[in-house]
């Protein structure tokens, strides 16, 4: 038996009604699908009962990879890379109006996450994502304006994704079981945005004013911007703190960040 790695953040998904929950958030049939750590093939199985058009697999660990091309050898719709997520660029391996899928490792899954936030070609050309995220992580990720969990990761992911669905998983669903609950996020790109040249800008921004989060931003906002740029800001209160400001205000920073 192949044991979890804690290094790679493993945990084997073994209840088969959440796998199917999970499938069942979008048609696979003749869809281009790619999957993120499948591990031991577990929700693979089941996409490939549901007869996708094509599957990607992007596995890191070397035995499941090995494993995985024994056990696909002969399906010639299935590509199988095994490649380190984080250091891999997959985004030439989506195919228009892909679906992607991924357990993530909880470890990195905010790092996933954000790198297919800032895929180059936008709209890209996946149509949803279904991924699962440590609870905690999940709800810094959807966080709402005005709420405990709205943050830098919220805003960020806000600008290109929305959220349509989601639901939370038991730790007894895994093996071994993890200390804490999980959730899976259905999101789907945002077809428009604003007038953002680079996502990395946003970034950017957002950085530097939560960079201490409980301070008005007048401070760290006077390290980008001189008296005049800062005029330019419409209704800015620059005794707010980063938590004070909606999504749409720091669209609007970046903006005028991306001008000078």
Known sequence: MNYPKKSLGQNYLIDKNIIKKI??????????????????????????????????????????????????????????YNKDILKFNFEEKVKNNSIIFGNLPYNISSQILAKIIKFKKYPPRYVALILMFQKE??????????????????????????LLSKFNVSPNCFFPKPKIDSTVLYLAPIKKVSKIKKIENLEKVTNILFSNKRKMINKNLRKIFNKKQLDSIKDLDLKARPTDLRPEKYYEITEIFEKI
């Not at 577990?42 to 660990?61: H, N, R």
């Open 23 to 80: 499938i069942n958030f979008r048609e696979i049939f003749d869809k281009h699908i790619l999957e993120i750590g499948p591990g031991k093939g577990a929700l693979t199985e089941e996409i490939l009962k549901k007869k996708p058009k094509s599957l990607t697999l992007i596995e890191k660990d070397n035995l499941f990879s090995r494993e995985l091309k024994a056990k696909y050898q002969n399906q010639k719709k299935i590509r199988i």
């Open 137 to 162: 992580m999940a709800e810094r990720i959807i966080g709402k304006y005005n709420t405990s969990k709205y943050g830098r990761l919220s805003i960020l992911t806000n600008y290109r994704l929305k």
